[in-house]
């Protein structure tokens, strides 16, 4: 009975700031790393950042380094992504992903074949 649930997208502008939020029950969310996907129609499920599961660690990918930000609360079970100088490229469905640890294994935060739970989205999209 995992679920994630995103929240926070809509219809913005070119150059204004959003926070996205995700939300997970049932799982012990402490216990996951948690990770942000994008994709556009015809395009590619592309990963955008990630947060260990202690808050710790984070990874970006390079295009977005520097506007983005990851955080998550735990006490609340959400993290959080912050976009700020926002683009008209940056339209697309944000997808977040939880990422239980396998003993023996290592993250590279970026495969989506790492992550067991995904959501269903939530639509950013930038004018002009």
């Known amino acids: 009975q995992a679920l994630l649930v995103e929240s926070g997208g809509g219809l913005v502008q070119a150059g204004d700031s959003l926070r996205l939020s995700c939300t997970a029950s049932?799982?012990?969310?402490?216990?996951?790393?948690m990770g942000w996907f994008r994709q556009v129609p015809g395009k590619e499920r592309v990963f955008v950042a990630a947060?260990?599961?202690?808050?710790?660690?984070?990874k970006y990918e390079d295009s977005v380094k520097g506007r983005f930000t990851i955080s998550r609360d735990n006490s609340k079970n959400a993290i959080y992504l912050q976009i700020n100088s926002l683009k008209l490229e940056d339209t697309a469905v944000y997808i977040c992903?939880?990422?239980?640890?396998?003993?023996?294994?290592?993250?590279?935060?970026?495969?989506?074949?790492?992550?067991?739970?995904w959501g269903r989205g939530t639509q950013v999209t930038i004018r002009e």
């Open positions: 947060i260990s599961a202690s808050g710790t660690a984070t």
């Open positions: 049932g799982l012990p969310f402490a216990a996951f790393a």
């Open positions: 992903a939880a990422r239980r640890g396998v003993a023996g294994s290592t993250f590279t935060y970026t495969r989506e074949y790492e992550y067991q739970y």
